[in-house]
Nanobody
Framework: QVQLVESGGGSVQAGGSLRLSCTAAGSLSSGICMGWFRQAPTKEREGVAVIHIGYPETGYADSVKGRFTISQENGKKIVYLQMNDLQPEDTAVYYC???????????????????WGQGTQVTVAS
């Protein structure tokens, strides 16, 4: 049984910052990918940022490059998403996700990720 627990969502004004965290527990291989996805009302769920656990590889959607930073807790399956200069278009439910097995490369494709958290709401007011 794999469980992902997210925290850190909330409401901010445009230009503000938030940090999300995600802890993965359960039977997961080393070298998995963990990432953040988001879904706004009436839109498809999209990849935001991903990280290769135990490796330096990260990936970002073009819309968040330079504003968001994904990082990992050394030796643990815990990831953070630091979100700076938030804009109203960043408003969405943010989901943590993970692959199950070792991955040679981490993508932003939703279909690559097997386990999902319950989601945390991020609201940015203009």
């Amino acid at each position: 049984q794999v469980q992902l627990v997210e925290s850190g969502g909330g409401s901010v004004q445009a230009g503000g910052s938030l940090r999300l965290s995600c802890t993965a527990a359960g039977s997961l291989s080393s070298g998995i990918c963990m990432g953040w996805f988001r879904q706004a009302p009436t839109k498809e769920r999209e990849g935001v940022a991903v990280i290769h656990i135990g490796y330096p590889e990260t990936g970002y959607a073009d819309s968040v490059k330079g504003r968001f930073t994904i990082s990992q807790e050394n030796g643990k399956k815990i990831v953070y998403l630091q979100m700076n200069d938030l804009q109203p278009e960043d408003t969405a439910v943010y989901y943590c996700a993970t692959t199950r097995w070792f991955s040679s490369h981490c993508s932003l494709r939703r279909s690559d990720y097997l386990y999902w958290g319950q989601g945390t709401q991020v609201t940015v007011a203009s």
